[in-house]
């Protein structure tokens, strides 16, 4: 397993949160968050997310808050790369950084297969009936499979949901679930698939991009976009790929281009 630069320290096999790092608040954001769909800020604190809410509320409480304006960026769990290789060897260290310009959080050896009782697939490269695993009941995870021109993860989030033949797509949550909740469960984590207070603040801050909630079929959406459904918002993929601009792992920044570019936001 490949843990990216500025990862905690593990004892005992727990991660220790980073206590070094003064509080951070993102303010103007969209939270990928089933408990908090409204939230337009968060707090990051002792290497977690300390807080989420709106932006009023949060400038009152968090006054003291080196804040961070990410306005229009939607905030995400990082994706994993759950066959990083096409073997079962340690993916190459030197591949971390990028790995974090794409947003990926956590490197795992490969191969493709069933493995922890997961089901890791590399989406761009391999057919699978996504949907009927998924009416099944296995958990998929996806990779790259040490291909990297495979490497980008909303590539994976595409083919499962876009590109694969109609009968086996499946939407773009359970997509985006399977590139970044079900690699955490191949390495033995538990992890909800969404950003809540009391988790490690492990997130990527994507640029401001058109954002939806897609269903199976074509062109209709099965969830509604009204926030009160709690249904988290991703980005359109008929438009391409949103660029991370911040990726951030136990409170540390591993990858930041925020504030760079007509995209970015700036500290103040």
Same mark, same amino acid.
């Given at each position: 397993?490949?843990?990216?630069?500025?990862?905690?320290?593990?004892?005992?096999?727990?991660?220790?949160?980073?206590?070094?790092?003064?509080?951070?608040?993102?303010?103007?954001?969209?939270?990928?968050?089933?408990?908090?769909?409204?939230?337009?800020?968060?707090?990051?604190?002792?290497?977690?997310?300390?807080?989420?809410?709106?932006?009023?509320?949060?400038?009152?409480?968090?006054?003291?808050?080196?804040?961070?304006?990410?306005?229009?960026?939607?905030?995400?769990?990082?994706?994993?790369?759950?066959? /990083?290789? +096409?073997?079962?060897?340690?993916? @190459?260290? %030197?591949?971390?950084? !990028? =790995?974090? $310009?794409? #947003?990926?959080?956590?490197?795992?050896?490969?191969?493709?297969?069933?493995?922890?009782?997961?089901?890791?697939?590399?989406?761009?490269?391999?057919?699978?009936?996504?949907?009927?695993?998924?009416?099944?009941?296995?958990?998929?995870?996806?990779?790259?499979?040490?291909?990297?021109?495979?490497?980008?993860?909303?590539?994976?989030?595409?083919?499962?949901?876009?590109? /694969?033949? +109609?009968?086996?797509?499946?939407? @773009?949550? %359970?997509?985006?679930? !399977? =590139?970044? $909740?079900? #690699?955490?469960?191949?390495?033995?984590?538990?992890?909800?698939?969404?950003?809540?207070?009391?988790?490690?603040?492990?997130?990527?801050?994507?640029?401001?991009?058109?954002?939806?909630?897609?269903?199976?079929?074509?062109?209709?959406?099965?969830?509604?976009?009204?926030?009160?459904?709690?249904?988290?918002?991703?980005?359109?993929?008929?438009?391409?790929?949103?660029? /991370?601009?911040?990726?951030?792992?136990?409170?540390?920044?591993?990858?930041?281009?925020?504030?760079?570019?007509?995209?970015?936001?700036?500290?103040?």
């Amino acid at each position: 397993m490949s843990v990216l630069p500025g990862a905690a320290e593990r004892m005992g096999g727990v991660s220790a949160p980073n206590q070094s790092a003064p509080p951070v608040l993102y303010t103007g954001i969209v939270l990928y968050s089933a408990e908090d769909p409204e939230a337009s800020a968060m707090l990051v604190a002792d290497g977690l997310i300390a807080w989420t809410g709106p932006e009023d509320s949060a400038l009152v409480l968090h006054p003291e808050a080196e804040r961070v304006d990410a306005t229009g960026c939607l905030v995400t769990p990082g994706f994993v790369d759950a066959a /990083a290789t +096409a073997d079962g060897t340690d993916p @190459d260290p %030197a591949g971390d950084a !990028a =790995a974090a $310009r794409r #947003g990926i959080v956590l490197r795992l050896p490969g191969p493709t297969g069933m493995r922890e009782g997961v089901q890791v697939i590399a989406p761009v490269t391999e057919d699978a009936d996504y949907l009927g695993l998924v009416g099944e009941g296995t958990p998929l995870a996806f990779g790259s499979a040490g291909r990297a021109e495979d490497a980008e993860p909303w590539s994976w989030v595409r083919a499962a949901a876009r590109t /694969a033949p +109609a009968a086996h797509r499946i939407s @773009d949550r %359970a997509a985006f679930l !399977a =590139a970044s $909740r079900g #690699g955490q469960r191949v390495a033995g984590r538990r992890h909800p698939g969404t950003l809540r207070t009391g988790l490690p603040a492990t997130f990527v801050v994507w640029e401001p991009w058109d954002l939806t909630v897609r269903s199976l079929a074509e062109g209709v959406d099965s969830w509604s976009t009204d926030p009160r459904s709690r249904t988290p918002l991703l980005p359109d993929l008929d438009q391409g790929a949103p660029r /991370a601009l911040r990726t951030v792992i136990d409170g540390r920044l591993v990858h930041d281009d925020l504030g760079r570019g007509p995209h970015g936001g700036d500290a103040t």
